[in-house]
């Protein structure tokens, strides 16, 4: 299993996510740094628990402003891998982001089913559909979770995120285990992430016993929930796509 950070892009700052609801999103107030200058936190991470890949959610792009390219070669020049979800809307939209790391395609913007699927067909497995959710429902495109999971997969989709954003920044677990387990037994085949409201190591012992292979983790690093040596004990080697 591998643990990648997490951080949340807001006004050109790393913000503490809670539960989804962004205008309560603040600056972080982080014990490993004293700023929350995107380099500066991403450089902590990387520094001191050893990252070699960061998951970035430009909560602006989200919203429908333009990407903030220049903080994405900013952080790549730090040497880690960016997962970086920018409200991939279109094919064009996953594309231009192709050219800065790992494009995550996201239920909450993308337009359609056949935007995955032209996206996969370009791209392969520098995409990962993110299956968001707002407590266990999913945010769009109907009521059930593991019908989606299955069209996507079923075009071609072989990394599938589970982000339940009210669980986000609330140390109340991630919410997804029982779908974790629904869709590893289903799609046995898959590259399986899950992120929002890990606690600590528990949870991390936990997730990977249900055979997810990524974690995103923020706050537990931050708040010193889990230390660098815990860490460590799931850092496998990065494949590179």
């Not at 950070?5 to 700052?13: A, E, I, K, S, T």
């Not at 016993?209 to 537990?220: E, P």
Request: glycine residues 10%; hydrophobic residues 45%; negative net charge.
């Amino acid at each position: 299993m591998n643990v990648v950070g997490v951080l949340d892009l807001l006004h050109g700052q790393v913000v503490r996510g809670i539960a989804g609801q962004r205008e309560r999103y603040r600056p972080i107030v982080s014990s490993l740094c004293s700023s929350s200058d995107p380099l500066i936190v991403a450089s902590a991470l990387i520094n001191q628990f050893a990252l070699r890949e960061l998951y970035l959610a430009d909560l602006d792009a989200i919203a429908g402003a333009e990407p903030a390219w220049h903080t994405y070669r900013a952080l790549a020049s730090l040497g880690v891998t960016l997962w970086i979800d920018a409200g991939v809307r279109n094919v064009q939209d996953g594309l231009r982001l192709s050219e800065h790391g790992t494009v995550i395609v996201g239920l909450e913007t993308v337009h359609s089913l056949n935007v995955v699927e032209q996206l996969v067909a370009r791209l392969g497995e520098q995409i990962v559909f993110s299956l968001d959710l707002k407590c266990g429902i999913p945010v769009a495109w109907g009521n059930d979770a593991v019908q989606i999971a299955e069209a996507v997969i079923c075009r071609g989709v072989r990394r599938v995120l589970l982000l339940d954003l009210s669980c986000v920044g609330v140390a109340q677990g991630t919410g997804t285990e029982h779908l974790c387990v629904c869709l590893k037994s289903r799609f046995p085949d898959i590259e399986l992430s899950v992120g929002g409201g890990v606690r600590g190591l528990i949870d991390l012992h936990r997730l990977q016993n249900y055979r997810v292979q990524t974690v995103l983790v923020a706050s537990a690093l931050h708040d010193g929930q889990l230390t660098p040596e815990e860490v460590a004990l799931f850092q496998s080697p990065v494949v590179k796509r």
